[in-house]
């Protein structure tokens, strides 16, 4: 199975600040990657898929990048409705696996 | 607009079985798989496996092979999981999810049903 190595595990940044987190895949995903924001008692949400795709009605500070092992979710001007959790998925090969995720908190 | 309502709350004792469901509406349940994710207390994202509604065969990660069982019921275009000789780790949320389209590329979870949170304790 391919591993997801997903940093930092937490993250703590002001209003208006830039943030990334980062993906590594234990081997090349080909692009195959999402990235999904998930708060408290609430279902995942999609933001990114195919590394770089913003899903519909995702606002645009947000943008993923990267390619082949490494791949960085970006998060411009921090908004209070960010605070969440995000996953990283590879669903290049099955099974299909999660980063660890991240939590992000207003500093 | 694709809609995936999961069962409520459950509250089992060690040893016992529980079954899960996932009713799909909006959509032609038979054409796409239906996933299965775990997420224990403040953990990440495991996936348990997946369903084709279609003909009923199933992929298990392998360690959910003797933990889970998925079936699909077509004429309620309903979903279930059936979590087997429950433990406390087994006390989690679960979610059913459906990915974007049927194309092998295109396999990223874009609708999630709401979870069920199951606890095991006696």
């Known amino acids: 199975d391919i591993q997801m190595t997903q940093s930092p595990a937490s993250l703590s940044a002001s209003l208006g600040e830039t943030v990334t987190i980062e993906c590594r895949a234990s081997?090349?995903?080909?692009?195959?990657l999402a990235w999904y924001q998930q708060k408290p008692g609430k279902s995942p949400q999609l933001l990114i898929y195919?590394?770089?795709s913003l899903h519909t009605g995702v606002p645009s500070r947000f943008s993923g990048s990267g390619s082949g092992t490494q791949y960085s979710l970006k998060i411009n001007s921090l908004q209070s409705e960010d605070v969440a959790s995000y996953f990283c998925?590879?669903?290049?090969?099955?099974?299909?696996?999660f980063g660890a995720g991240t939590k992000l908190e207003l500093k | 607009e694709v809609q995936l309502q999961q069962s409520g709350p459950e509250l089992q004792r060690p040893g016992a079985s529980v079954k899960l469901s996932c009713k799909a509406s909006?959509?032609?349940?038979?054409?796409?798989?239906m996933y299965w994710v775990k997420q224990r207390p403040k953990q990440g994202l495991e996936l348990i496996g997946r369903?084709?509604?279609?003909?009923?065969?199933?992929d298990y990660v392998e360690k959910f092979k003797n933990k889970a069982t998925l079936t699909a019921d077509t004429s309620s275009n309903t979903a279930y999981m059936q979590l087997s000789s429950l433990t406390s780790e087994d006390t989690a949320t679960y979610f059913c999810?459906?990915?974007?389209?049927?194309?092998?590329?295109?396999?990223?979870?874009?609708?999630w049903g709401q979870g069920t949170l199951v606890t095991v304790s006696s």
């Open positions: 998925q590879q669903y290049y090969d099955y099974p299909y696996t």
């Open positions: 369903i084709d509604p279609e003909d009923g065969s199933t």
């Open positions: 909006g959509y032609t349940f038979t054409e796409y798989y």
């Open positions: 081997e090349d995903i080909y692009n195959g």
């Open positions: 999810a459906r990915a974007y389209s049927i194309y092998i590329l295109e396999i990223w979870f874009a609708y």
């Open positions: 195919n590394a770089n």
